[in-house]
């Protein structure tokens, strides 16, 4: 069956260090892979997009990784801050017109000072 | 403000009930999706429109479920009868189709609790 999933449920990481978050998903084909922020009682934000034919994209201190052999996406924070704190989801683009996005089910960064 | 807005954004409603949400999107943003969103959950796919044309529904979508807009610009979700499951938050989201990111704007999203 389809699955995404990402990393562990809750991350708590120190300021200053370097945040990773990992998706992985299986028995997907995505176009491109997208990155999400969300805080408490929000939508979510857009991030960053990394399409199948590329391996990496920075933008700031965020940076992405995508590896369609290992069907999995890495997401970097740099430097980060307290106010990185949030969940960031990653969700799968289809290659079909209809370009459904699937979500996964998202990690929770806490940035502690 | 030029965002995506909801309303309401939040509400109670006993079981049985019929309760129904609005989306205004982004004005000049052609595609428009609904999402469900449990806690700890990702949002999860609806259904969505190009302009005022339904393209795609989701499987997990009951009939209980119709979504609707009329003239490509706002939007309306209702359920009908509605149950304890379907408490969640329901996101909207928008975008222009041929922006090259694909980027989605989601709304604050409508908080349904059904007692």
């Known amino acids: 069956s389809q699955k995404i999933e990402q990393n562990s449920e809750a991350l708590n990481i120190q300021e200053g260090k370097t945040a990773t978050l990992t998706c992985n998903y299986t028995?997907?084909?995505?176009?491109?892979l997208q990155w999400y922020r969300q805080d408490p009682g929000r939508g979510p934000v857009f991030l960053l997009l990394?399409?199948?034919?590329?391996k990496e994209k920075r933008k700031e201190r965020l940076k992405v990784t995508f590896d369609t052999t290992l069907k999995q996406s890495l997401f970097h924070i740099t430097a980060s801050q307290p106010a990185d704190s949030a969940t960031y989801l990653c969700?799968?683009?289809?290659?079909?017109?209809?370009?459904?996005?699937?979500f996964g089910p998202g990690t929770r960064l806490s940035v502690l000072p | 403000d030029t965002g995506v807005s909801q309303d309401p954004r939040h509400k109670i409603t006993k079981r049985g009930q019929n309760v129904t949400f609005r989306c205004d999107p982004i004005?000049?943003?052609?595609?428009l999706y609904w999402y469900r969103q449990t806690l700890g959950q990702g949002p999860e796919f609806l259904t969505y429109?190009?302009?005022?044309?339904?393209?795609?529904k989701s499987r997990l979508l009951s009939d209980r479920f119709s979504a609707e807009r009329p003239k490509g610009s706002f939007s309306t979700l209702e359920i009908q009868r509605t149950e304890q499951g379907d408490s969640a938050m329901y996101l909207c989201?928008?975008?222009?189709?041929?922006?090259?990111?694909?980027?989605?704007?989601f709304g604050p999203g409508t908080r349904l609790t059904v007692l």
């Open positions: 989201a928008s975008r222009f189709v041929d922006r090259d990111d694909n980027e989605q704007f």
């Open positions: 028995n997907y084909s995505p176009a491109y």
């Open positions: 990394i399409r199948e034919n590329e």
């Open positions: 969700a799968l683009g289809r290659r079909a017109y209809g370009q459904n996005f699937v």
């Open positions: 004005s000049e943003h052609n595609r």
């Open positions: 429109f190009q302009n005022e044309a339904q393209l795609e």
